[in-house]
């Protein structure tokens, strides 16, 4: 029979669930994700104090798997991508739900830390693959496979202006969290682009103009992309920030962004949600954002 592994829909799965999943089938394990977020999943995390929503929605999203399978994945993402680190909630996720959550199967958290070195990676790789009684060999084939099944996805062209829509994929991705704004911007009829659509190389040069990388890889990626879509080759004719309350990186992150906007005449609106955000205040001022970048185009 085979090992049954259960992957959290939360997080960082927004970026490398596709991987993780096709990887850990590759080495015979049978996938269990969780369902869609619903009020229930974050209700679960909501005794939870100083962490932000996303985090107390993983709690409800590994309670719904945690009866299910024999192993739990959640590897411990320090680093992906040189000098920079990930945000410290998501490298301590493994200790958070085993200090906060009794009964709870083996987690399966291997270190992910590219700081210095990319062979690091294989590293994990291999241990991964221990677990599943294979060699290095079968492990690493089984994870070039997964890679090659990882493609990004594409906005919708269904409308004639673009907004940028720039936030963690485990918040713009998760449509309970995100008051599901992606397609309510389709709805509205404007296109949608995301920093995952960005290159990494294409993201990075477009930072050069903060002066310093920033600290965390992923609000470093979202800081760059946001500045590529201000750059007249690619520009958006409107930009959102969603973010989710208490999140540090994220306050300086939007900051950034928005002073560079309004530098260069950009629309611009943050939206925060939490636990207790109305979804009639949240799309009275999606669709004001909106209304208003409409009268700008006719006066144009």
């Known amino acids: 029979m085979a090992i049954r592994v259960g992957i959290p829909r939360c997080l960082l799965f927004y970026q490398y669930g596709a991987i993780w999943e096709k990887f850990l089938r590759e080495l015979g394990a049978q996938v269990i994700i969780s369902g869609d977020t ?18 107390k929605v993983a709690f409800g999203h590994v309670q719904e798997l945690a009866e299910k399978v024999d192993y739990l994945f959640v590897p411990r993402m320090i680093s992906v991508a040189r000098g920079q680190y990930t945000c410290p909630k998501i490298i301590g996720m493994p200790d958070l739900l085993r200090m906060n959550m009794a009964g709870l ?7 992910i830390d590219l700081r210095q070195r990319k062979r690091n990676l294989y590293k994990a790789i291999n241990d991964i693959g ?22 990004k996805e594409l906005a919708a062209e269904n409308g004639q202006k673009k907004v940028a829509l720039i936030g963690h994929p485990y918040i713009i991705h998760d449509r309970q969290l995100s008051m599901d ?3 309510r911007l389709h709805k509205l009829q404007f296109n949608v682009v995301t920093p995952e659509m960005v290159d990494s190389q294409k993201a990075d040069q477009a930072a050069k103009v903060l002066g310093k990388k920033l600290f965390w890889s992923y609000s470093h990626h979202m800081a760059g992309a946001a500045l590529a879509y201000m750059q007249p080759d ?19 992150t939007a900051e950034l962004v928005g002073q560079h906007a309004h530098s260069r005449g950009i629309p611009y609106m943050l939206l925060t949600v939490d636990e207790h955000t109305a979804e009639a205040g949240f799309i009275t001022r999606l669709e004001a954002f909106t209304d208003m970048l409409r009268r700008r185009w006719a006066l144009c």
């Open 130 to 151: 221990i677990l599943f009684g294979k060699g290095p060999l079968v492990s690493f084939y089984a994870w070039h496979k997964a890679k090659q099944l990882h493609r």
């Open 234 to 252: 690619n520009k958006v004719d409107g930009i959102i920030f969603l973010t989710s309350f208490s999140c540090g990186p994220d306050a300086l």
């Open 38 to 55: 619903t009020r229930k999943t974050m209700d679960a995390g909501s005794e939870l104090d100083e962490v932000c929503l996303p985090v």
């Open 105 to 111: 199967p083996p987690i399966i958290d291997v270190n």
């Open 181 to 183: 704004v992606i397609n």
